[in-house]
């Protein structure tokens, strides 16, 4: 016998068929000339599935399940035979409403997929809508069912960089050509295509990985009255790439505009790292909407207060995933292969990551189930993993969050390099471990030296320009009397407060970015940089500019001397990151700076070879770095002391004759503050002069005079 037919439509679609159905899959799926659906609801009384005409349609045919034919122990499923790729649909689940016990069902309000891997919001979408009582029909949100096979990929390979060669830029996919002077057409501004234009400046300045900050299908609207949802935190969907990055507004534009990208990008050479939140929705807090998990198990997809059952806040946006719940650790797995498998990215950098180490109480585990499936996980194993390692709730695990394979963010480094570049006392010992790879933190004998995710600024912050133009933040514009944002940034104006014409403090805090970025690119770990940071990009203060969707967070792309001068310290500088010399890239031998200091001989110097000053007074250290492997040494200076050091430099290693060559000085005026690499290097002396607040490189060795 067929499949029994139901019998509960209301509404009228002639061409077709209503079947019982599977739970084999969750979400939207094509199958046998129609579509299975299939949701997981446990406690829900009754469901109805809603087929769209259009997005704004709001009159839909509505299918209405028979708990004895379309449930199977937790899940509802139907098969709709006679609709395919493109077909809007939502949910309505019907059930007890009592906020007490941590159930929170509302049978008007229409509500996404989980496993939505497309969601558009229609003209007339209204967050508050699905806030308020009554229906929200006419302005919700919509699934979309895609078929994920058809789109040709045209033998993508993902460029798979080792972390020791990888230097990443942190970007905004709206940002990075959302302002006119991108040069892009109207159309493309701000979109996952206009990165594409942009691609041959990526390529310029030397990144090998993009990390993007999120691009989940996220609520514009969740912010501020009067603001935008900018950074793109508090993710709608799972799976939904954003569609407001979508130069395609088509159904379906936005997920094969996105493989666009990343396709192009690995065919440069660019790797694509998603910034993906699995901590929080836009669902928001008790008295938020409810468009998807809030209206299907609240308690099993939220860490609900054990005592109050209200929504816990570990997350600093109002709820808190439960990320230890066996069907939301099913959901975040599957959301994860879903982007390597169907949309080719190559890594992932999670949000608050520490979450997910925290059990369905809000308590932290040793071994948190999550965390520990995500590090083992065959079909992510050739995936970068970064981890932010805390959380809202103030639990800190950078150099301990469970699993092996994790990169960190090493805020510890952020913090310790600004504070002794800009001159704190006490901070020499402290800068010295985090230029090294931070082994106070992470234990080298159980990790590469690449764990440590190295930077100096990131989106959550100043920007690198800002780091040394303003002492305070100034965020009035976000409308919350300048309360939001860190108030510890270790910044320093150099006399003035914001923008100057005085060319001498100009010139300071152009040397000292240059010093900032030198730390960063030279360190121990993998460094990431912030988008426009490479040309002195700001905000003019404002060090959290999540609603600012605005010419303040936009890229502006107009350089004068100031910015071309730091684009070009920064990509050559990267390209020393990279690989140390052209002649041994010819010769086949791929040598990175970041692997020559970790598999070298370490010595720390003062300004007399081998006499570091560790006191809590010194303000300048040495570090010279014999490589094991290469015939190569390379000796670095930190002087942050505000006035000139004369450095007496040890003597080039016995079986490298020769002299010291000098790459770096960041006092100097370009072209000599960095000399491009394989051109001729300036040889200096036995003793060199450092000047106030001043970085240099020098390299020796036979590698070095052959590529001369």
Same mark, same amino acid.
């Given at each position: 016998?067929?499949?029994?037919?139901?019998?509960?439509?209301?509404?009228?679609?002639?061409?077709?068929?209503?079947?019982?159905?599977?739970?084999?899959?969750?979400?939207?799926?094509?199958?046998?000339?129609?579509?299975?659906?299939?949701? @997981?609801?446990?406690?829900?009384?009754?469901?109805?599935?809603?087929?769209?005409?259009?997005?704004?349609?709001?009159?839909?045919?509505?299918?209405?399940?028979?708990?004895?034919?379309?449930?199977?122990?937790?899940? @509802?499923?139907?098969?709709?035979?006679?609709?395919?790729?493109?077909?809007?649909?939502? @949910?309505?689940?019907?059930?007890?409403?009592?906020?007490?016990?941590?159930?929170?069902?509302?049978?008007?309000?229409?509500?996404?997929?989980?496993?939505?891997?497309?969601?558009?919001? +229609?003209? %007339?979408?209204?967050?508050?809508?699905?806030?308020?009582?009554?229906?929200?029909?006419?302005?919700?949100?919509?699934?979309?069912?895609?078929?994920?096979?058809?789109?040709?990929?045209?033998?993508?390979?993902?460029?798979?960089?080792?972390?020791?060669?990888?230097?990443?830029?942190?970007?905004?996919?709206?940002? $990075?050509?959302?302002?006119?002077?991108?040069?892009?057409?109207?159309?493309?501004?701000?979109?996952?295509?206009?990165?594409?234009?942009?691609?041959?400046?990526?390529?310029?300045?030397?990144?090998?990985?993009?990390?993007?900050?999120?691009?989940?299908?996220?609520?514009?609207?969740?912010?501020?009255?009067?603001?935008?949802?900018? &950074?793109?935190?508090?993710?709608?969907?799972?799976?939904?790439?954003?569609?407001?990055?979508?130069?395609?507004?088509?159904?379906?534009?936005?997920?094969?505009?996105?493989?666009?990208?990343?396709?192009?990008?690995?065919?440069? !050479?660019?790797?694509?790292?998603?910034?993906?939140?699995?901590?929080?929705?836009?669902?928001?807090?008790?008295?938020?909407?409810?468009?998807?998990?809030?209206?299907?198990?609240?308690?099993?997809?939220?860490?609900?207060?054990?005592?109050?059952?209200?929504?816990?806040?570990?997350?600093?946006?109002?709820?808190?995933?439960?990320?230890?719940?066996?069907?939301?650790?099913?959901?975040?797995?599957?959301?994860?292969?879903?982007?390597?498998?169907?949309?080719?990215?190559?890594? $992932?950098?999670?949000?608050?990551?520490?979450?997910?180490?925290?059990?369905?109480?809000?308590?932290?585990?040793?071994?948190?189930?999550?965390?520990?499936?995500?590090?083992?996980?065959?079909?992510?194993?050739?995936?970068?993993?970064?981890?932010?390692?805390?959380?809202?709730?103030?639990?800190?695990?950078?150099?301990?969050?469970?699993?092996?394979?994790?990169?960190? @963010?090493?805020?510890?480094?952020?913090?310790?390099?600004?504070?002794?570049?800009?001159?704190?006392?006490?901070?020499?010992?402290? $800068?010295?471990?985090?230029?090294?790879?931070?082994?106070?933190?992470?234990?080298?004998?159980?990790?590469?030296? #690449?764990?440590?995710?190295?930077? =100096?600024?990131?989106?959550? +912050?100043?920007?690198?320009?800002?780091?040394?133009?303003?002492?305070?933040?100034?965020?009035?514009?976000?409308?919350?009397?300048?309360?939001?944002?860190?108030?510890?940034?270790?910044?320093?104006?150099?006399?003035?407060?914001?923008?100057?014409?005085?060319?001498?403090?100009?010139?300071?805090?152009?040397?000292?970015?240059?010093?900032?970025?030198?730390?960063?690119?030279?360190?121990?770990?993998?460094?990431?940089?912030?988008?426009?940071? #490479?040309?002195?990009?700001?905000?003019? +203060?404002?060090?959290?500019?999540?609603?600012?969707?605005?010419?303040?967070?936009?890229?502006?792309?107009?350089? !004068?001397?100031?910015?071309?001068?730091? $684009?070009?310290?920064?990509?050559?500088?990267?390209?020393?990151?990279?690989?140390?010399?052209?002649?041994?890239?010819?010769?086949?031998?791929?040598?990175?700076?970041?692997?020559?200091?970790?598999?070298?001989?370490?010595? &720390?110097? !003062?300004?007399?070879?081998?006499?570091?000053?560790?006191?809590?007074?010194? %303000?300048?250290?040495?570090?010279?770095? =014999?490589?094991?492997?290469?015939?190569?040494?390379?000796?670095?200076?930190?002087?942050?002391?505000?006035?000139?050091? %004369?450095?007496?430099?040890?003597?080039?290693?016995?079986?490298?004759?020769?002299? &010291?060559?000098?790459?770096?000085?960041?006092?100097?005026?370009?072209?000599?503050?960095?000399?491009?690499?394989?051109?001729?290097?300036?040889?200096?002396?036995?003793?060199?002069?450092?000047?106030?607040?001043?970085?240099?490189?020098?390299?020796?060795?036979?590698?070095?005079?052959?590529?001369?």
């Amino acid at each position: 016998m067929g499949e029994p037919v139901l019998e509960q439509i209301m509404g009228v679609l002639s061409a077709i068929e209503i079947g019982k159905g599977h739970c084999r899959r969750l979400g939207a799926n094509i199958e046998h000339d129609g579509v299975n659906f299939a949701l @997981w609801a446990r406690l829900a009384s009754g469901v109805e599935l809603l087929l769209f005409s259009d997005p704004d349609d709001p009159e839909p045919t509505v299918i209405k399940l028979l708990p004895q034919l379309n449930r199977t122990a937790y899940y @509802w499923h139907v098969h709709v035979k006679g609709i395919g790729d493109g077909q809007l649909f939502g @949910w309505r689940v019907s059930g007890p409403w009592r906020p007490y016990e941590g159930t929170r069902f509302d049978a008007q309000k229409v509500l996404i997929d989980p496993y939505s891997r497309e969601v558009v919001l +229609g003209n %007339h979408y209204d967050r508050w809508a699905a806030a308020r009582p009554g229906s929200n029909l006419d302005c919700c949100a919509k699934s979309v069912v895609v078929d994920l096979e058809q789109y040709d990929w045209q033998g993508d390979v993902s460029p798979q960089h080792p972390m020791s060669r990888s230097v990443i830029y942190e970007m905004h996919v709206g940002g $990075f050509t959302r302002d006119a002077s991108s040069g892009l057409s109207a159309g493309k501004r701000g979109t996952y295509a206009g990165l594409i234009e942009k691609i041959p400046y990526l390529q310029s300045l030397g990144i090998t990985a993009v990390e993007l900050l999120p691009v989940f299908q996220f609520d514009p609207q969740d912010a501020p009255p009067g603001k935008d949802n900018y &950074w793109g935190y508090g993710p709608m969907s799972f799976f939904a790439p954003h569609s407001g990055y979508s130069s395609n507004r088509q159904i379906k534009g936005a997920v094969n505009e996105f493989r666009d990208m990343v396709k192009a990008l690995h065919k440069a !050479g660019i790797e694509v790292i998603l910034d993906v939140v699995y901590n929080h929705t836009a669902e928001g807090g008790d008295d938020g909407p409810i468009f998807c998990f809030r209206g299907i198990d609240h308690e099993a997809y939220y860490i609900l207060d054990p005592l109050t059952r209200m929504n816990t806040n570990y997350s600093g946006c109002g709820n808190t995933l439960n990320g230890s719940h066996a069907v939301t650790k099913q959901l975040i797995i599957a959301s994860l292969r879903y982007w390597r498998e169907h949309m080719h990215v190559d890594g $992932f950098r999670f949000d608050l990551a520490s979450i997910l180490s925290r059990d369905e109480d809000g308590k932290p585990l040793v071994y948190p189930p999550t965390l520990l499936a995500i590090d083992t996980d065959p079909v992510l194993a050739d995936c970068k993993m970064i981890a932010e390692a805390w959380d809202a709730g103030g639990l800190y695990q950078v150099g301990s969050l469970a699993g092996s394979r994790w990169r960190e @963010w090493n805020g510890q480094f952020r913090d310790d390099v600004r504070r002794f570049i800009k001159g704190d006392e006490d901070t020499i010992c402290r $800068f010295a471990s985090r230029m090294t790879g931070s082994p106070d933190i992470y234990q080298f004998n159980h990790s590469d030296p #690449e764990k440590s995710i190295n930077f =100096v600024s990131c989106h959550d +912050g100043f920007t690198l320009w800002d780091l040394v133009s303003y002492n305070e933040k100034h965020n009035e514009g976000n409308g919350e009397n300048n309360r939001d944002g860190m108030n510890d940034n270790y910044s320093w104006n150099h006399g003035v407060e914001g923008e100057t014409d005085n060319h001498e403090i100009n010139e300071l805090r152009i040397r000292q970015c240059k010093n900032l970025m030198t730390a960063n690119l030279l360190s121990i770990g993998t460094p990431m940089v912030l988008m426009g940071d #490479e040309f002195l990009r700001t905000q003019h +203060g404002n060090n959290n500019a999540y609603c600012q969707n605005t010419q303040l967070s936009w890229m502006n792309w107009a350089q !004068g001397p100031r910015q071309r001068q730091m $684009f070009r310290f920064v990509s050559e500088l990267i390209q020393y990151r990279k690989f140390l010399f052209s002649r041994a890239r010819q010769e086949g031998l791929q040598v990175s700076l970041s692997e020559i200091l970790h598999r070298s001989e370490i010595c &720390w110097h !003062g300004v007399q070879a081998y006499s570091p000053d560790w006191s809590p007074q010194s %303000h300048a250290i040495a570090l010279s770095a =014999v490589s094991l492997e290469v015939d190569v040494a390379i000796y670095m200076i930190f002087n942050a002391y505000w006035k000139p050091l %004369h450095f007496h430099l040890p003597l080039p290693p016995q079986d490298m004759e020769g002299s &010291w060559y000098r790459i770096v000085d960041t006092s100097l005026p370009p072209p000599e503050d960095i000399t491009p690499l394989g051109q001729p290097l300036t040889k200096i002396a036995s003793s060199y002069q450092v000047q106030a607040r001043t970085a240099c490189l020098f390299v020796c060795g036979a590698l070095l005079r052959q590529s001369q």
